[in-house]
């Protein structure tokens, strides 16, 4: 992403970057901004349909894949780490198991190991489900506005972070375990996700209502496609017996 691209990010999010977290998974320190194809489809529509990122969420979910969740996540500093997890844990399918979603991290800050980067667990990907069970929440994550930030309630030796220089990419399978490091720095690390899942999932967000449908008319056709007015083989999504794009 260009810099002009990454302006067009900043400036769309900016009104909305006040709320913060409602818990520590959200983050008491961080700003989260959700439904952002309703906020500034624009800007938005494009990032999902980049077609690195749509070549590959096409290649690992399918033609038939959908944008189970969109939003912006700002860190400020004092924020603590997140708990680990993955992104596509609704599908209640024990492991190992393939992966049904693809995550994307767009950086629209530098993010360093410093202010927070994303912190992954290798080869987590392909762990069985007993593994999964001991990542069980601990204590200290239920409330953790009086902790230190550079504790660290779920260390690992088996882990490396991604940092990112702003405008870049990152891919990775959402059934990899990860999470949003602290940070540690003078100032804030913003970045956008979106979340790319199969065709038959359960997407993370109620796309049909965060986004209008007034909004959803303007879209690009591969943009409403993964938002959910398409199908998936062989009838999956029909409305009133046809085709979802025919009630807009």
């Keep these: 992403m260009d810099a002009a691209a990454v ?44 077609p690195l990122a749509l070549a590959f969420a096409e290649r690992e979910l399918g033609e038939s894949c959908l944008l189970s969740a969109l939003l912006a996540i700002n860190l400020h500093p004092g924020e603590t780490v997140q708990g680990w997890h993955c992104d596509d844990s609704q599908v209640s399918i024990p492991r190992p198991r393939r992966a049904f979603g693809v995550s994307a991290f767009w950086a629209i800050d530098d993010t360093t190991e410093l202010n927070g980067a994303t912190e992954f667990i290798a080869d987590s990907h392909n762990w069985t489900e007993d593994k999964t069970i001991a990542l069980a929440a601990v204590d200290e994550l239920m409330d953790p506005r009086e902790r230190d930030p550079n504790h660290d309630p779920q260390p690992r030796t088996d882990t490396f972070k991604v940092p990112m220089t702003s405008g870049s990419l990152l891919l990775v399978k959402s059934s990899l375990y990860h999470r949003g490091g602290a940070n540690l720095s003078d100032a804030s690390r913003l970045i956008v996700t979106p979340q790319y899942c199969t065709g038959w999932a359960r997407q993370l967000e109620n796309m049909a209502l965060a986004i209008p449908p007034d909004t ?5 056709k591969r943009v409403r496609e993964l938002i959910g007015y398409s199908i998936h083989e062989a009838f999956m999504g029909y409305v009133d017996g046809v085709h979802p794009e025919k009630s807009l």
């Design 7 to 50: 302006q067009q990010v900043r400036e769309a999010l900016a009104p909305f970057l006040t709320a913060t977290g409602r818990n520590d998974f959200e983050g008491f320190k961080t700003n989260r901004v959700y439904s952002l194809l309703a906020k500034a489809p624009d800007v938005f529509s494009q990032m999902i349909i980049h």
């Design 216 to 220: 959803v008319r303007t879209l690009p």
